[in-house]
């Protein structure tokens, strides 16, 4: 059986390959993205940090979102809509998703730690069941016959036509043959059961508008790098997150965003918390219908950081199918802010223009990027 790492869960000392020429080291995101393959999620689920549900959650996917998967990994077993597997995606970032909750793969994704890298065989040779003389001869190279690398490890001494090595370079599921006798090798191939280091790039969070008050300059510098994070998750624009929040918790100054960590006014439904809430409190605050506006106790969520409540937000706009029209303008932060309103977001008329005109008077466009 195929041994994969469990990356971010335990990682193993990584092997010493020894020989120069093929030195192993741990693939990189870009080496993978070649091999990526696509699908979609089938609900609403976390995105985890590593292959694990104990692994904090980085996020979430909705219903039907596009999924790139880089490589795939064994990790704890789920047993979700698509039926029980301990198979998790890894997509960029270093951001995992039970296989459980993808469908529509458009191909089959390979092992992260079998990365397939071209050389050619330089003469004839063996090709054995493990990486070991001794071990049984399942086949032959020719000489000038391209191979595919999925991964190297350590085995038996071996002087060669390549020079004297250790290392052995896994050509197929038993299938291990001396690096000696391979030449022309294109990239620098993994080590079996290494992880794969990736490292997020996150862009360049702007400063806000010169200025403005030392609370505003505060607000818009907790919240803009979460809206921008959001903006490449959701598609919802940074501009129109953080004016919705800047409008709907007045600056943060409200009892519900200083103690509920909850921008938007965002409520329990039927008092359960859901999507990223880690709770519910009541609050005391104003409902309106036909014949005016009264007092009312309502059960509105508790989020553990700005993060979640800001990705809550994003999260229920991208999976309503109300406002769906709006994300086709993700490009057009005023358009999308008008959609959303003629979409039932908020019954004030003047909801639209009181957006536009808190992104225009602090220069939020800046941050949709």
Known sequence: MRRIALALLAVAPLLTLGAAPAAAAD?????????????????????????SITAPSVGSLSGGQAVSILCQEVGTNVNGPGGATTLWDRM??????????????????????????????????????????????VGNLSAAQVVQILCQ?????????????????????????????V????????????????????????APKAGLTAEQTAFITM????????????????????????LESGWGRGDIP??????????????????TAIGCRIFPTKECDSTGCHPAMESFKVYASTLDSLRDH??????????????????????????VHKAGYATDPNYTSLLTGIMTKYDLYRYDN
């Open 92 to 137: 960029s970032g270093g951001r995992y998703v039970s296989h459980s909750y993808v469908k529509d793969v458009v191909g089959e994704p390979v092992k992260c730690d079998e990365i397939p890298v071209t050389a050619t065989a330089r003469q004839w040779v063996n090709v054995r069941s493990g990486p070991s003389t001794t071990a049984p001869s």
């Open 27 to 51: 693939v990189s995101v870009s080496d993978v993205t070649t091999y990526a393959v696509g699908g979609t999620a089938r609900q609403w689920v976390n995105v985890r940090s590593g292959p």
């Open 153 to 181: 490890e350590v085995g038996t001494n071996v002087a060669g036509p390549g020079g004297t090595t250790t290392v052995w370079d896994r050509i197929g599921e038993g299938r291990y043959v001396s690096h000696s006798y």
């Open 258 to 275: 200083r103690t509920a960590n909850n921008y938007f006014g965002m409520k329990c439904p039927l008092g359960k918390a859901t999507g």
């Open 183 to 206: 030449t022309n090798v294109m990239s620098t191939p993994t080590t079996c059961n290494s992880p794969i280091v990736v490292a997020p790039v996150a862009p360049v969070v702007p």
């Open 223 to 246: 919240v803009a790098a979460p809206a921008m994070h959001n903006f490449r998750e959701y598609k919802v624009p940074a501009s129109v997150i953080m004016a919705q929040a800047i």
């Open 314 to 339: 994003s999260l229920t706009l991208s999976s309503m199918k109300r406002y769906a029209n709006a994300f086709q303008y993700s490009t057009n932060p005023n358009q999308f802010a008008a959609e």
